[in-house]
């Protein structure tokens, strides 16, 4: 099983930054693809960005040119760097990774608790 603890969530006004960090651990024998999603009161969990081992990205048209996916594969962490922030950024915050176990076994999944971001003046 494998643990993710995300931080850096808070609030911040229109047009600031801010930058979320999720920290994987547990008994892994490699991370694959890690992901942020958010939801929205009301609304349905997204996905807002991706990366896979290899570094490869992809973002939801609403967050392109504004947040940035990166991870450091040595200490298992993803990372949102989130620019320009809009009211309607704002939403609970989830990281997920998908892993191969320390016996690797793959296919496994696992979810942050989730981060408030508030986007308001």
């Known amino acids: 099983q494998v643990q993710l603890v995300e931080s850096g969530g808070g609030l911040v006004q229109p047009g600031g930054s801010l930058r979320l960090s999720c920290a994987a651990s547990g008994r892994i024998f490699n991370i694959n693809g890690m992901e942020w999603y958010r939801q929205a009161p009301g609304k349905e969990r997204e996905l807002v960005a991706g990366i896979t081992d290899a570094g490869v990205t992809n973002y939801a048209d609403s967050v392109k040119a504004r947040f940035t996916i990166s991870r450091d594969n040595a200490k298992n962490t993803v990372y949102l760097q989130m620019n320009s922030l809009k009211i309607e950024d704002t939403a609970v915050y989830y990281c997920?990774?998908?892993?191969?176990?320390?016996?690797?076994?793959?296919?496994?999944?696992?979810w942050g608790q989730g981060t408030q971001v508030t986007v308001s003046s």
């Open positions: 997920a990774a998908s892993y191969c176990n320390i016996i690797r076994i793959c296919g496994f999944r696992s």
